[in-house]
């Protein structure tokens, strides 16, 4: 690591011997080498701007895909249901004349039995 004349001017005209100044500008230098591994450049955050980005737009790719699929499934279970729906429906209408063919049948029954056993 190249020691900087400027930072070893610095702390000589401050009255620290050149071998104590030298020590403190390379300590110096060593901890802003190894806080370069830590600390994120502009180049860094360019980086990961545009990292963001790409992700930002596959995302809105994926949950278009997605709302699409999930469009079609929601219009084909409507088209199932309405079929289940119109079934049950005819079913229903089904039991219910034949309930009232039945209590018809029951009714007749009952006219019958008070036509054919009371006296006149």
Avoid at 53 to 79: N, Q
């Amino acid at each position: 690591m190249p020691v900087q004349a400027a930072s070893l001017e610095i702390l000589e005209k401050a009255n620290v011997p050149a071998p104590q100044a030298r020590a403190i500008v390379q300590a110096i230098e060593i901890e802003i080498a190894g806080a370069k591994e830590t600390l994120a450049t502009k180049q860094d955050m360019l980086i990961l701007r545009h990292e963001m980005a790409e992700m930002r737009h596959e995302l809105k790719t994926e949950i278009a895909t997605l709302r699409g699929d999930l469009r079609s499934e929601m219009h084909a279970t409507r088209g199932d249901l309405r079929s289940e729906m119109h079934a049950i429906a005819s079913g229903n209408l089904r039991q219910m004349y034949g309930a009232m063919l039945g209590q018809l049948a029951v009714l007749l029954g009952v006219a019958y039995f008070f036509v054919s056993h009371v006296p006149h």
